[in-house]
C-alpha cells in the first residue's frame, strides 16, 4: 500500500463548478502539507501549503487537513478551463528531507 | 517563478552511455534536489543535497550520482544508462528541509533506447 493515495482521475467538471480533489496517507508523522499543479510538460508549480490541521484559503482555492482520520483536501471554487492540469499532493515530516507524492489527479474544466 | 533552470529539457539516448543533466538556480538555496516522474508512481526522490559537495541518497538512487561544486549547481549523472531510466527528471530546490516546501523546475525528458 502506497504512503500516500490519490485518484488519477481524470475528473471532468463544468466551468464554474466547485472541485474537490482529496488525498489519504497512511504516515501519522507528516505534518507539512502542499499541493501543486502541474501542467502538461511543466514543472509542479507550489499552490497550497499548510502546517497540521486546519483550513487554508488563497482567492479561489481552499485546502483542508483533517489529521485525525489522514485526510487532505483542495477544493477550487469557480473553476475554469485553465485550472485543467494534473494536480499532485504532498507531504513532508518535520526534518525530512524528501517529499512524499501522490500519484496526482488530471482535472479537466470544460467551457 | 523560482529561478530553476533544468538543461537539457529533451534529451534521447542509447543504452550504457553515460548521461548529466544540469540544475542551475539563481536564489541561492541550499537544499537541492533531483526527482523522477513516471507514470503511477508520482514522484520520486533520486538524491538531494544539503550544501556544496555535500549530498545523500533519496529512495531510488541505484544507477545514479550526483555533483554539488557550487551553491548554484547540481548535476546528475547516469554512468551507463539503461532503459529503466528513460523518465522524466525534475530539479528542485528550498531553503530549508522538511518545513519548506520545494520549487520544482520544468523538468528534463529523457529517453533511453
Known amino acids: 500500500q502506497k504512503e500516500v493515495e490519490q485518484d488519477p482521475g481524470p475528473l471532468s467538471v463544468p466551468e464554474g463548478a466547485i472541485v474537490s480533489l482529496n488525498c489519504t496517507y497512511s504516515?501519522?508523522?507528516?505534518?507539512?502539507f502542499m499541493w501543486y499543479r502541474q501542467y502538461s510538460r511543466k514543472g509542479p508549480e507550489l499552490l497550497m501549503y499548510?502546517?497540521?490541521?486546519g483550513n487554508k484559503e488563497d482567492g479561489r482555492f481552499t485546502a483542508q487537513v483533517d489529521k485525525s482520520s489522514k485526510y487532505i483536501s483542495l477544493f477550487i471554487r469557480d473553476s475554469q478551463p485553465s485550472d485543467s492540469a494534473t494536480y499532485l499532493c504532498a507531504m513532508s515530516e518535520t526534518g525530512r528531507r524528501a517529499l512524499t507524492f501522490g500519484s496526482g489527479t488530471r482535472l479537466q474544466v470544460q467551457p | 517563478d523560482a529561478g530553476i533552470t533544468q538543461s537539457p529539457r529533451h534529451k534521447v539516448t542509447e543504452t550504457g552511455t553515460p548521461v548529466t543533466l544540469r540544475c542551475h538556480q539563481t536564489e541561492n538555496h541550499r537544499y537541492m534536489y533531483w526527482y523522477r516522474q513516471d507514470p503511477g508512481h508520482g514522484l520520486r526522490l533520486i538524491h538531494y543535497s544539503y550544501g556544496v559537495k555535500d549530498t545523500d541518497k533519496g529512495e531510488v538512487s541505484d544507477g545514479y550520482s550526483v555533483s554539488r561544486s557550487k551553491t548554484e549547481d547540481f548535476l546528475l549523472t547516469l554512468e551507463s544508462a539503461t532503459s529503466s531510466q528513460t523518465s522524466v527528471y525534475f530539479c528542485?530546490?528550498?531553503?530549508?528541509?522538511?518545513?519548506?516546501?520545494?520549487?520544482f523546475g520544468d523538468g528534463t525528458r529523457l529517453s533511453i533506447l
Open positions: 499548510t502546517y497540521s490541521s
Open positions: 528542485a530546490i528550498s531553503e530549508s528541509i522538511g518545513n519548506q516546501p520545494q520549487h
Open positions: 504516515n501519522s508523522a507528516f505534518q507539512y
